[in-house]
């Protein structure tokens, strides 16, 4: 075999790698990011509550909001932005 064919199929099992950790790690972000924005007050640390615990969900949902985008997520970009 072709040493170039082997190196070609060496990157292409990389690049399969790569794209399955990607999108793992996208799950799991957006399933957080849901989990915030669902704005369960019982889910901010303690001993927030009421306002104090939706800034934090807000804030935490912002951050996962920002983590997909920086990953380069289509669907987390306004047409704004």
Known sequence: MNK????NMR???EMKDSIA?????HGVIEKA???AYAGDWQDAPMPL???EASLWLRAQ????QH???M??????????G
């Open 4 to 7: 170039s064919i082997i190196v």
């Open 11 to 13: 990157e292409f099992e």
């Open 21 to 25: 950790y990607w999108k793992r790690g």
């Open 33 to 35: 990011m849901n989990k």
């Open 49 to 51: 509550t009421g306002e």
């Open 61 to 64: 949902g912002e951050a996962y």
């Open 67 to 69: 983590a997909l985008e």
């Open 71 to 80: 990953m380069g997520v289509p669907s987390t970009f306004t047409k704004e």
